[in-house]
């Protein structure tokens, strides 16, 4: 089946340096890749939608100069939270959507910002 | 962001009971999707279904597409421990082609 790879699962940075989180798909090429945010107790929350080679489209509310995102191949997506504060600790998680093999999740990746 | 009514919040059953969830929307999806997600990891897809009063089965799982597009509801039969996490709805106008829309999440405890 369709495998999503994320990395790191965790991280913990200093306020105000910035973090790159990796979404590869493993097994299938995706055309689109989605990125959410999760908060404790919480559903996920769209942050952004990335189709390889063109700019993300960012859901109302996300700093797009924030949360940096680059789809360079149909293979890898990243997410770079720049600048990370405290409030941005959360857990990330990506998806990739590729035809018939609909929507697959990576593992997430919590971000503590200390 | 918009974010599909889920319920109940939480349950707390006892090993073997059944489970009955639900999601309810304003607006119409063509495709819903039924997730598990356990502490710590992404979403894993459970069911997937297409359309309308579509009823599917995934072993102990069913759920069913309502008539009116707007709702959709799990069933778990005969609960067994590995049950426990959180499960959440998911609508999408085409599957594959659209951003999902969550739903709020139902967390399944089971007491022993």
């Known amino acids: 089946g369709a495998v999503v790879s994320q990395h790191p699962s965790w991280v913990i940075c200093k306020s105000g340096t910035s973090v790159k989180i990796e979404c590869r798909s493993l097994?299938?090429?995706?055309?689109?890749m989605f990125w959410y945010r999760q908060f404790p107790k919480q559903s996920l929350m769209l942050m952004a939608t990335?189709?390889?080679?063109?700019?993300?489209?960012?859901e109302q509310g996300v700093e797009k100069d924030k949360f940096l995102i680059n789809h360079a191949s149909l293979t890898l997506s990243t997410l770079t939270v720049t600048s990370a504060h405290p409030e941005d600790s959360s857990f990330y998680i990506c998806?990739?959507?590729?035809?018939?093999?609909?929507?697959?999740f990576g593992s997430g990746t919590r971000l503590t910002v200390v | 962001g918009q974010q599909l009514n889920q319920s109940p919040q939480s349950m707390f059953i006892q090993e073997g009971e059944d489970v009955s969830m639900n999601c309810t929307s304003s607006?119409?999806?063509?495709?819903w999707l039924w997730y598990k997600q356990d502490p710590g990891e992404g979403p894993v897809l459970l069911i997937a279904?297409?359309?309308?009063?579509e009823l599917t089965s995934n072993g102990r799982l069913t759920a069913q597409f309502g008539i009116t597009r707007k709702d959709s509801f799990l069933n778990i039969s005969a609960s067994i421990p590995s049950d426990v996490g959180i499960y959440f709805c998911?609508?999408?106008?085409?599957?594959?082609?659209?951003?999902?829309?969550f739903g709020t999440g139902t967390r399944l405890t089971i007491i022993p």
């Open positions: 998911a609508g999408a106008g085409n599957f594959g082609n659209e951003k999902l829309t």
């Open positions: 998806s990739a959507q590729e035809g018939m093999v609909g929507y697959t």
């Open positions: 279904l297409y359309k309308a009063g």
């Open positions: 607006s119409i999806f063509n495709t």
């Open positions: 097994d299938f090429q995706a055309t689109t």
């Open positions: 990335s189709n390889e080679g063109s700019k993300a489209t960012y």
